[in-house]
């Protein structure tokens, strides 16, 4: 009687038996790496714990000196100093406030910010701070790549809806208008909280492009849009083009202004001109104010178009409305900073003048 062996069979389960045993060996290595990881997250959680009770005895802190500052400056205005010595002091005193008010607000940059009123509206009480410098950085830097992106997208549909009256190619270019102002302004509030220096009236624009283009969107089909629709995707077309150049513009001042500590690394690209783009001046100015001009024609055609007899929609005479305070803000703005630059060179070329002349004398 012969006894046939599977040696295959055996084979397997030898191999299969190696394999538990090495699989056993792994699966305890794992085991000790699971236990580092223990570890480790115990010291992220007690680390955790005590940046926030840092955050808050710096925040308490920085309450109480402000709070103390201004008490002394009110005693300061209040003291009567009746020796030269003691106007001297009261000086320096006013100097070193002012000094640590500055300071205070380094210390406060570096600290996580409550969200403003819209940010409180949009995302609610969720903390937007980047604490990492590198990381606001490259939030920064997506920001810029986004804008410019989207400005390239926007200029590529407004082209095709000048070329082609498709209302789907209209409402395509609409919805990407107004996704991306909301998306604008949400991006910016970050950034605002990250330390950036945006404000005043180029933040107010972008919230009133926003209402402009979602009053666009909901403009039905009609004699008024098609009387206005190609005026507006010219608009939106050289608008595109505008903020291109601008981007591009702004990107080289900041670079080099940035080189020479002049200005702060979470500066951004924004709409209108600024204190900091005086050089090359006259190859931006013109194009800005061509572009506020085309503001004011949109509201002047709107404003007669709301007049007309066949006119129901309520979206005509708002967009008129929009665009003429657009046209407003940006064109005193704008104006605004270029008075104010042309007063800064004339009175240092004055004084400049008055000096030599004075040393020229003294010779």
């Known amino acids: 009687?012969?006894?046939?062996?599977?040696?295959?069979?055996?084979?397997?389960?030898?191999?299969?038996?190696?394999?538990?045993?090495?699989?056993?060996?792994?699966?305890?290595?794992?085991t000790a790496e699971f236990k580092d990881l223990e570890a480790y997250q115990k010291q992220?959680?007690?680390?955790?714990?005590?940046?926030?009770?840092?955050?808050?005895?710096?925040?308490?802190?920085?309450?109480?000196?402000?709070?103390r500052l201004n008490q002394?400056?009110?005693?300061?205005?209040?003291c009567t100093a009746e020796t030269k010595e003691e106007k001297e002091l009261i000086k320096t005193i006013k100097q070193d406030i002012e000094s640590r008010k500055v300071q205070l607000e380094d210390v406060l940059s570096v600290l996580?910010?409550?969200?403003?009123?819209?940010?409180?509206?949009?995302?609610?009480?969720?903390?937007?701070?980047?604490?990492?410098k590198e990381?606001?950085?490259?939030?920064?830097?997506?920001?810029?790549?986004f804008k410019l992106t989207v400005t390239v997208i926007i200029l590529i549909l407004s082209a095709q809806s000048i070329i082609f009256s498709y209302r789907a190619l209209d409402a395509i270019?609409?919805?990407?208008?107004?996704?991306?102002?909301?998306?604008?302004?949400?991006?910016e509030s970050i950034l605002v909280v990250n330390g950036s220096r945006m404000k005043g009236w180029w933040r107010i624009n972008h919230f009133i492009m926003t209402i402009q283009a979602g009053v666009i969107i909901v403009w039905p089909d009609g004699l008024m849009y098609d009387l206005?629709?190609?005026?507006?995707?010219l608009y939106t077309c050289y608008t595109s083009i505008l903020q291109f150049l601008q981007f591009n513009y702004q990107q080289g001042c900041l670079y080099r202004l940035r080189a020479l500590g002049e200005r702060h690394k979470m500066d951004i690209t924004i709409e209108g001109f600024h204190s900091w783009m005086w050089r090359g001046l006259s190859f931006l100015l013109p194009f800005l104010y061509i572009g506020y001009i085309?503001?004011?024609?949109?509201?002047?055609?709107?404003?007669?178009?709301?007049?007309?007899?066949?006119?129901?929609?309520?979206q005509v005479f708002c967009s008129a409305v929009i665009f003429f305070i657009l046209f407003v803000g940006n064109t005193f703005t704008t104006s605004r900073v270029l008075h104010q630059k042309l007063t800064e060179k004339i009175v240092k070329s004055l004084s400049s003048g008055n000096e030599r002349e004075l040393y020229n004398k003294a010779k």
């Open 228 to 233: 206005f629709r190609r005026q507006f995707t």
């Open 294 to 314: 085309f503001q004011l024609y949109n509201a002047y055609t709107l404003y007669n178009l709301s007049k007309n007899e066949k006119c129901v929609e309520w």
């Open 72 to 78: 002394i400056a009110e005693a300061l205005d209040s």
């Open 112 to 132: 996580p910010r409550e969200n403003g009123l819209y940010l409180q509206i949009i995302l609610g009480s969720v903390n937007v701070t980047i604490m990492n």
């Open 135 to 145: 990381d606001s950085m490259k939030y920064k830097e997506e920001y810029e790549r």
């Open 1 to 30: 009687m012969f006894v046939y062996l599977d040696l295959t069979s055996i084979s397997t389960a030898k191999m299969s038996s190696e394999n538990a045993f090495a699989l056993k060996d792994e699966w305890e290595a794992l």
């Open 173 to 187: 270019l609409h919805f990407l208008l107004v996704w991306y102002y909301c998306t604008l302004t949400i991006r």
């Open 44 to 67: 992220f959680t007690k680390t955790v714990e005590e940046l926030n009770k840092s955050q808050n005895q710096c925040t308490k802190s920085i309450a109480h000196q402000w709070y």
